[in-house]
């Protein structure tokens, strides 16, 4: 049997051709619209720009600017003391007006939408105070949480301490103190009357863990930041 090695050249070279046909074009990553950066209303300010509708409602505008690869923005804000939220989707558009209740301290920031992917952009969250009917007292903002991140893993110290970071703030600027709230499993604790905005504490190794921060001033308000899960490793 002679072996016919032109017949098996042209036959490697077809299925070479042939698998190139197949697997096509190089694949694009998804699109990744890009974060926006927030413009008004001015983060810690206390919103005197909004349009008073009555006694205890106004119209807040609410501006940022455009955003790389995005087709769409989501407008959230978040009332600080009741926790609700209103969403609002922008067409082509970095302007956007919510009536909110007068004398509430909010939290908002915009969502970055494509038509091309799943992904989104999200900005910084910013926070004003909407002013009521001669408001001379501001409840103060929700502290907002640096250290442990969300959904962190940190790997502890021999001596098994971290020390746990905030940034508070109020407009009247008459914090008077701060309870950390800490949780695993079935136990919890809260440590009252902190002055600073940071707190170390001891903790246990390979532990899934909740915080979060209640701020009150010199005038008994209140508020209260996002509860925040983080873990320690083994």
Not at 120 to 127: D, L, P, Y
Not at 165 to 172: P, S
Request: charged share 20%; with cysteine.
């Amino acid at each position: 049997m002679i072996f016919n090695f032109k017949l098996l050249k042209i036959i490697m070279v077809g299925f070479i051709l042939y698998g190139l046909h197949c697997s096509g074009p190089p694949i694009d990553p998804p699109i990744q619209p890009a974060a926006t950066k927030l413009l008004a209303p001015i983060n810690g300010d206390a919103c005197t720009t909004a349009i008073v509708l009555n006694n205890t409602i106004s119209q807040v505008k609410f501006q940022w600017a455009n955003a790389l690869d995005t087709d769409s923005y989501q407008l959230v804000v978040e009332n600080q003391s009741t926790k609700t939220r209103i969403t609002k989707t922008i067409e082509a558009n970095t302007t956007s007006s919510i009536e909110l209740t007068r004398g509430m301290a909010y939290s908002w920031w915009i969502v970055s939408l494509t038509e091309k992917s799943s992904n989104t952009g999200v900005s910084e969250i910013w926070q004003f105070y909407l002013e009521g009917v001669e408001t001379t007292d501001y409840i103060p903002f929700s502290a907002l949480l640096i250290n442990p991140t969300h959904n962190q893993s940190i790997d502890l110290p021999a001596n098994q301490t971290l020390k746990f970071v905030w940034d508070g703030n109020d407009l009247d600027n008459d914090i008077d103190h701060y309870n950390l709230f800490l949780s695993e499993n079935f136990h919890s604790q809260t440590i009252e009357n902190i002055t600073q905005e940071e707190f170390a504490l001891e903790l246990k190794r390979g532990t899934i863990y909740q915080w979060s921060v209640k701020t009150i001033d010199k005038k008994g308000n209140t508020s209260y930041s996002e509860n925040r899960f983080f873990n320690t490793s083994n």
